[in-house]
């Protein structure tokens, strides 16, 4: 099993070291979709926002004994339960891998003033899965935004491997544009490329942006997402600052090797970041 390169009490120390280096960004990856944000406050010593956490065994137990296991590749990095001090936390969308019970409520009972973002559409199927009432959840559809803490939440579609709107219109998978201080963040939950998402992203000035590179494949028998050549490819053509990979490494039926990634990115001089779980990346605010 994959061993992260900081978790549990060394990840915490890293994690609380950042408030000592307040002129950066920093990003920590959980695993999966999982990233923790710190960004310096300007009414505080700093913010936490933490995009789609998975950090149980839940879905590994819960298809134990069927024909589809999730059989884990990485060790868990840190209890949710130790993570008491995140101001915000996001779900893209339904998928358990980005909206887990065994990991949103024990995060919830340690930040009792946490806020939880989730789309209007799955308000209330998030609800009940989080045990909390409907008015708990913060919500959010395509073209909308919210503050939550003193990040600004900007909400597109995401294509997973269609955009699925509910019968009000409401977008069931989105991805989030997240701008705090100086930075703008992209964390595009689990999407495919669909018409216009180039140019809609072209309306910030992304310095990061997290993108998954698993791919799709019939015999996985779940929704797909960028193979690693588009993801890179998708990062130059938005003018991302940088671009971070994610979703692979986690479960052994549904994982891609970054490598194609790494190469696409070299070919297009794009600049990149390949992280191991656990590991931090930090971000100057550009000149």
């Given at each position: 099993m994959i061993v992260p390169a900081l978790s549990h009490d060394a990840l915490l120390a890293d994690i609380r070291s950042a408030d000592c280096d307040p002129g950066q960004l920093h990003l920590w990856w959980l695993g999966q979709s999982g990233f923790l944000v710190h960004a310096p406050g300007l009414q505080s010593q700093g913010r936490y926002l933490l995009f789609d956490p998975y950090l149980s065994d839940s879905l590994t137990k819960k298809y134990a004994t069927t024909d589809k296991p999730h059989v884990r590749m990485t060790e868990l990095a840190v209890d949710p339960a130790r993570l008491d001090f995140v101001?915000?936390?996001?779900?893209?969308?339904?998928?358990?891998?980005?909206?887990?019970?065994?990991?949103?409520?024990?995060?919830?009972?340690?930040?009792?003033?946490?806020?939880?973002?989730?789309?209007?559409?799955?308000?209330?199927?998030?609800?009940?899965?989080?045990?909390?009432?409907?008015?708990?959840?913060?919500?959010?559809?395509?073209?909308?935004?919210?503050?939550?803490?003193?990040?600004?939440?900007?909400?597109?579609?995401?294509?997973?491997?269609?955009?699925?709107?509910?019968?009000?219109?409401?977008?069931?998978?989105?991805?989030?544009?997240?701008?705090?201080?100086?930075?703008?963040?992209?964390?595009?939950?689990d999407t495919l490329l669909y018409d216009g998402i180039q140019e809609r992203l072209r309306e910030w000035q992304i310095d990061v942006a997290i993108l998954p590179i698993n791919g799709r494949a019939p015999e996985r028998r779940v929704a797909g997402n960028l193979w690693g050549r588009e993801a890179a490819q998708l990062a130059q053509e938005i003018g991302a600052r940088c671009v971070i990979p994610c979703h692979y490494d986690m479960f052994e039926f549904n994982t891609a090797l970054p490598d194609d990634f790494v190469d696409e990115c070299t070919r297009l001089e794009q600049a990149h970041r390949v992280l191991q779980c656990g590991e931090r990346f930090s971000l100057q605010p550009q000149d």
């Open positions: 101001d915000v936390v996001t779900s893209s969308h339904n998928h358990t891998d980005h909206l887990d019970g065994d990991t949103l409520v024990p995060l919830i009972e340690v930040n009792p003033k946490l806020i939880v973002v989730v789309p209007a559409a799955n308000r209330e199927f998030a609800a009940e899965r989080l045990r909390v009432p409907a008015e708990r959840l913060t919500t959010i559809d395509d073209d909308g935004s919210v503050s939550a803490a003193e990040f600004t939440i900007h909400a597109l579609p995401a294509a997973h491997e269609t955009i699925e709107r509910d019968e009000q219109g409401r977008c069931r998978f989105l991805g989030y544009v997240v701008q705090v201080g100086d930075w703008t963040i992209y964390h595009s939950g």
